[in-house]
């Protein structure tokens, strides 16, 4: 349920009060931008996949198969951890505060159709084919 504006513009002032008292505290509590830090770990990720995909290659040109093998579980490792940094970052992106320093109303975020799997979406089309030609005739 979204704050009324009286609520608002009181939470905004009980922000500005604890800033002005003490920013230290209200900085800390505030944070770091989540986003940027899961896209940076997301960018370390890739680089460290580049890094396995060298090692892969050296391993295979130089012939030896234990440093083929680490490059490709480098890769695999950092597949992973940019998979998870990346989901984590999309899931921040919902919860992250606005410009005000308020989480963002629902009204305010964006409005997703709910998901349909692709058996639903079929079934739905099969239901209007059929019942418009039933209609018909």
Same mark, same amino acid.
């Given at each position: 349920m979204p704050l009324s504006e009286h609520e608002q513009r009181m939470l905004e002032q009980m922000e500005r009060a604890l800033y002005a008292e003490d920013p230290k505290f209200a900085s800390t509590m505030r944070g770091s931008d989540v986003r940027a830090r899961h896209r940076r770990r997301a960018i370390l990720a890739v680089g460290g996949f580049i890094v396995g995909i060298v090692l892969l290659m050296s391993g295979l040109v130089v012939q030896l198969i234990p440093l083929?093998?680490?490059?490709?579980?480098?890769?695999?490792?950092? /597949?992973?951890? +940019?998979?998870?940094?990346?989901?984590?970052?999309? =899931? /921040?992106?919902? +919860?992250?505060?606005?410009?005000?320093?308020?989480? =963002?109303a629902p009204a305010q975020r964006k409005q997703r159709p709910p998901r349909t799997s692709f058996m639903d979406r079929i079934e739905e089309r099969w239901r209007r084919r059929r019942d418009g030609q039933q209609g018909g005739m």
């Open positions: 083929s093998v680490g490059g490709f579980i480098v890769m695999l490792a950092c /597949a992973v951890f +940019a998979v998870t940094s990346w989901r984590r970052g999309s =899931a /921040a992106e919902t +919860a992250t505060p606005a410009p005000g320093g308020t989480p =963002a």
